[in-house]
């Protein structure tokens, strides 16, 4: 299976703080790389798809980037509603596999 | 609006089976795969593998290959996720979840709607 890692495992921030969160593939993905957002007791929320293409009804502040290996989510201006944990999948096989996620903390 | 509302909660024995429903509204059912996903307690994101609503076709992750059964019901717009044997660590909360294929021209899978979830604790 492929093995996605993102770093760092948690993170501080504050709001405003502009902040990336980093994915990185054991094999190339290409686009095939996916972000989502879950709360505390919530379902996950997609709001990257392939890469860099923003979901409906999410907020422009979120944007990815990235290819092959290497891929980003960056939060350019921090909401209260953000602090939450992040997670990166892929879809280039067809077993799927999740990052261990991101927590994202209020400093 | 599309929604996948999930069954109950679940406490199950060790060696026993569960069957979780996920209700699919809001869109055309059969256009759509339908996946699986589950989080075990303060735990990551663990895919469980996927249905066709067209064909009954199934993808299963191999950890579970053997013990995992999905299914649908195109009369009733509903998805099912039976897992058997069940392990203390099976224990988790189980989602289900849209595969898409398609969005704004771009063809690259991804899971766009999530039920709520459902929480299967598998305990002596």
């Known amino acids: 299976d492929i093995q996605m890692t993102q770093s760092p495992s948690s993170l501080s921030a504050s709001v405003g703080d502009r902040v990336t969160i980093t994915c990185r593939a054991s094999q190339s993905i290409s686009r095939y790389l996916h972000w989502y957002q879950q709360t505390p007791g919530k379902a996950p929320k997609l709001l990257i798809y392939a890469a860099s293409s923003l979901q409906s009804g999410v907020p422009s502040r979120f944007s990815g980037s990235g290819s092959g290996t290497d891929f980003t989510l960056t939060i350019s201006s921090l909401q209260p509603e953000d602090f939450a944990t992040y997670y990166c999948?892929?879809?280039?096989?067809?077993?799927?596999?999740f990052g261990q996620g991101t927590k994202l903390e209020i400093k | 609006q599309v929604q996948l509302v999930q069954s109950g909660a679940e406490v199950k024995k060790p060696g026993a089976s569960v069957k979780v429903s996920c209700k699919a509204s809001?869109?055309?059912?059969?256009?759509?795969?339908i996946t699986w996903v589950r989080q075990a307690p303060g735990q990551g994101l663990e895919w469980m593998g996927w249905i066709s609503a067209y064909n009954g076709n199934t993808n299963y992750a191999q950890k579970l290959q053997g013990r995992v059964t999905m299914t649908t019901d195109t009369s009733t717009s509903t998805a099912y996720m039976e897992l058997r044997s069940l392990r203390s660590d099976d224990t988790a909360v189980y989602y289900c979840?849209?595969?898409?294929?398609?969005?704004?021209?771009?063809?690259?899978?991804?899971?766009?709607?999530w039920g709520q979830g459902t929480l299967v604790t598998v305990s002596s």
């Open positions: 999948q892929q879809s280039y096989s067809s077993a799927y596999t």
């Open positions: 979840a849209r595969k898409k294929d398609c969005s704004n021209g771009v063809c690259i899978i991804h899971f766009d709607y």
């Open positions: 809001g869109y055309a059912f059969p256009s759509y795969d």
